[in-house]
T-cell receptor, first 113, second 111 residues
């Protein structure tokens, strides 16, 4: 049982380049999330998807787009990377419509130079 | 605006020295409060969920409690392997399913 799987684990981009962070979960959860974690800032919500076909903005959505490809997969795209997007990105999933805990992936460490 | 504040930012303890971490929250309606543990280079790992004031939950050396304004994570006789960052998060009814996190408390336990 893999849980939440993120790829890649590490990535270095040049300013202006684009990339997509991939996330897949095998727990049949409806809700999926993307967070970023920066030193001294905690986990901040970028986007979330309450169900397949729906997405909503979180606290810090600027510069990002998301796609809920199907129930298992939720991707995060940086169209034109900026140094301010250097961060560790976490994907999470949880059961729909409840106060159940969220399960997190291992993170993607992204550096934009 | 829903907010979560954790204190202290960092805590250093000797092995066996008990202490508590604080999580103060402001939400219009609390659906659940969550504690997570995060080790360096890893994703957060779930510890507890608390739903209503007065509720307590325990797991090994950890005990979480909840009041109407804050939650405490009590660590009894900590060991070096308890060293980690502890994160608190809340889910408010109005925010739907999203969790709002505090900045965390980094705990270091030395032998």
């Amino acid at each position: 049982n893999a849980g939440v799987t993120q790829t890649p684990k590490f990535q270095v981009l040049k300013t202006g380049q684009s990339m997509t962070l991939q996330c897949a979960q095998d727990m049949n959860h409806n809700s999926m999330y993307w967070y970023r974690q920066d030193p001294g800032m905690g986990l901040r919500l970028i986007y979330y998807s309450a169900s397949e076909g729906t997405t909503d903005k979180g606290e810090v959505p600027n510069g990002y787009n998301v796609s809920r490809l199907n129930k298992r997969e939720f991707s995060l795209r940086l169209e034109s990377a900026a140094p301010s997007q250097t961060s560790v990105y976490f994907c999470a999933s949880r059961e729909d419509g409840s106060s159940a805990e969220a399960f997190f992936g291992q993170g993607t460490r992204l550096t934009v130079v | 605006e829903d907010q979560v504040t954790q204190s202290p930012e960092a805590l250093r303890l000797q092995e066996g020295e008990s202490s508590s971490l604080n999580c103060s929250y402001t939400v219009s309606g609390l659906r659940g409060l969550f504690w997570y543990r995060q080790d360096p280079g890893k994703g957060p790992e779930f510890l507890f969920t608390l739903y209503s004031a007065g509720e307590e939950k325990e797991k090994e050396r950890l005990k979480a409690t909840l009041t109407k304004k804050e939650s405490f994570l009590h660590i009894t006789a900590p060991k070096p392997e308890d060293s980690a960052t502890y994160l608190c998060a809340v889910q408010a009814w109005q925010a739907g399913t999203a969790l709002i996190f505090g900045k965390g408390t980094t705990l270091s336990v030395s032998s």
